[in-house]
């Protein structure tokens, strides 16, 4: 039973592209943009709080919202038919399947946004148009491939990852490579 139990979960969890973010990618990406302490940040899609509690090491208020119900955060907020919060950033790992409505929606309800995605998101024609038109301030590939399982299916991780940043008023997008902190 139990593991029937814990299978349907793990499905559940599939379905809506959880896949919790291991510290050390939010580390790089804070590590890097240095924002003032004073920012409130938005995690929209939390999960258990991965990014948010490194965000919040680095001073800042973070509201951390997701569509499920967690033990973190405010559940039933879909962040595609949510009212915008006031903040000064929003930085996730969108689900997925979503990515591109959240990156859309996101930049006009923030003026720093930062998407973690697949390192190959932007080598899609289907997504030349959404880069075109809110040119990122930064691409931002790390250098090394997350664990996003945690260790718990063994193997190397496979995913490569960047970090996109918009930027308000900032449209010449630059390149910088990210190394793992330590
Ligand atoms: C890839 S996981 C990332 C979780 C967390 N941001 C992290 O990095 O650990 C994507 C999260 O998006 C949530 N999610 C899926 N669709 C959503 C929606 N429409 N609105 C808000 N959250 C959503 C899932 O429940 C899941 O927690």
Redesign the pocket.
Known sequence: MGSVLSNRSAKD?RE??????PPE??HALMDFLKLPRDLIVW??????????KVIESYGHEVIS????Y?DYGTGG??????KPVSCDAII???????SA??IRKAIYEAPIVGM?LKSQYWHAAKRADLFDKYPPAWVLPLTWRPD?LFGSKGGAPTMECIWTVWERGQTDTRYRILSKPK
């Open positions: 969890r809506l592209d959880y896949y919790p973010t990618v939010t995690e929209p899609a939390c999960g258990e709080g991965h990014m948010s919202t997701d569509i499920r967690t907020v879909d962040y595609l038919t949510a996730t790992n969108p689900p997925f399947k979503q409505e959240f973690l996003f």
